[in-house]
């Protein structure tokens, strides 16, 4: 079988990327420092435990494996973060990055997915968000990931590196098997601290701005089901080995939601109530991301139908309640 890099494998969404390559026939490889990862959200394929920023142990990867593809998750991931420690986004995204296609294309690993995100475009109002928006981040997270784009279009001019970019909305749900699902330590995403608060494990959940410009005064984003999104990567690899050209993909659904109506869906599928308190809003969040494009399905065949907040919901609170949640 075919190897494939999976750089932070053991995270949220590298974690389920590895189990849709295993179904895909191809071998992941999960390279992860386990700063923000666990070790037994590894269960596809090998681990390699190591930082982006350590281009020796890179260099041993790369020759033990020979992969023939990097998914490039690892990163962190955090916007509010990203505004308190720049530094700290700036080293493990960007230099790590850096060293990681260094070292790929020293091994002549030349095809690379990327997680990029809708955090690079900023805080446009009424501008449609497709890839041709000008990439204006407001933190540095955004930031971050827009620099290593960059990065991509000049290593793909200098060294013949070719590129699928994918630009991600929200992120929500979990496998539906849930053998794997989102755990983050500490949490810091909407749908699973709504259902810490559900289930008693936190005491309400705070709504980050209540005043904002939009229907009910909460921000709106635009959610992709983790299982839809990981497929994305497998058309991606696809399209690299097809010989297809670099190309950039919003992967969202062009629907939005607020903060409450996640909230209501939650109450809905949990039957339980969700306590909240509404309180001031967080910097460094837009008010309203959500991508205009579809040019993930037009030209990859893309679909999301896994993607209606009921499903995220549902499976996210599968996950959450099965013995695998909280460690
Ligand atoms: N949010 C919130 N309370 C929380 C966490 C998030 O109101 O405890 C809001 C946040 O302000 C944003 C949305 O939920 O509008 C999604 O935030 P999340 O951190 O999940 O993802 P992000 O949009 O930062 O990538």
Redesign the pocket.
């Known amino acids: 079988m075919t190897n494939v890099l999976v750089t932070g494998g053991a995270g949220y969404i590298g974690s389920h990327a590895c189990k849709a390559l295993r179904a895909g026939g191809y071998t992941p490889v999960t390279y992860d420092n386990l700063s923000t990862g666990w070790e037994d959200a590894v269960k596809f394929g090998p681990f390699e435990k190591g930082d982006l920023r350590d281009r020796s142990r890179l260099d041993q990867v790369f020759a033990s494996y020979q992969p023939a593809a990097v998914l490039h998750f690892g990163a962190l991931s955090q ?1 509010g973060e990203s505004i308190r420690e720049p530094g700290l986004y700036w080293s493990n995204n960007v230099t790590g990055s850096l060293t990681l296609l260094q070292a790929a294309v020293a091994a002549g690993c030349l095809d690379i997915v990327f997680s990029s995100t809708c ?1 690079t475009y900023g805080d446009q109002d009424n501008v449609v968000l497709d890839e041709t928006c000008p990439q204006q981040p407001i933190n540095p997270y955004g930031a971050s990931k827009r620099a290593i784009e960059d990065m991509l279009y000049d290593f793909r001019v200098a060294h013949g590196l070719n590129y699928v970019i994918f630009r991600y909305f ?1 992120v929500a749900g979990a496998d539906p098997e849930a053998e794997v699902g989102e755990f983050h330590q500490p949490e ?4 699973p ?1 709504i259902l810490d608060a559900v289930d008693g494990r936190r005491n309400a ?5 209540t005043d904002y410009d939009t229907p009910d005064g ?2 709106i ?1 635009d959610y992709v089901h983790v299982m839809d999104l990981v497929e994305a990567h497998i058309l991606g690899l696809r399209w690299l080995e097809d010989g297809k050209p670099s190309e950039v993909f919003n992967l969202g659904t062009g629907r939005g939601f607020t ?1 409450r109506e ?1 909230i209501d869906h939650s109450r809905r599928i949990t039957n339980k109530t969700v306590p909240v308190i509404e309180g001031a809003r ?1 910097p460094g ?1 837009c008010t309203k ?1 959500v991508s205009g494009s579809t040019k993930a399905e037009a030209e990859l065949g893309w679909t999301h139908e896994r993607s209606t907040l009921d499903r995220m919901i549902a499976d996210a609170w599968r996950w959450h309640q099965s013995g695998h949640y909280a460690k």
């Not at 810091?188 to 749908?191: A, I």
């Not at 959940?205 to 701005?209: A, D, H, K, P, S």
């Open positions: 916007v955090a929200n810091t995403h909407l749908v601290l959940l705070t709504i980050f701005g909460t921000c984003r903060v996640v967080r969040d991301l």
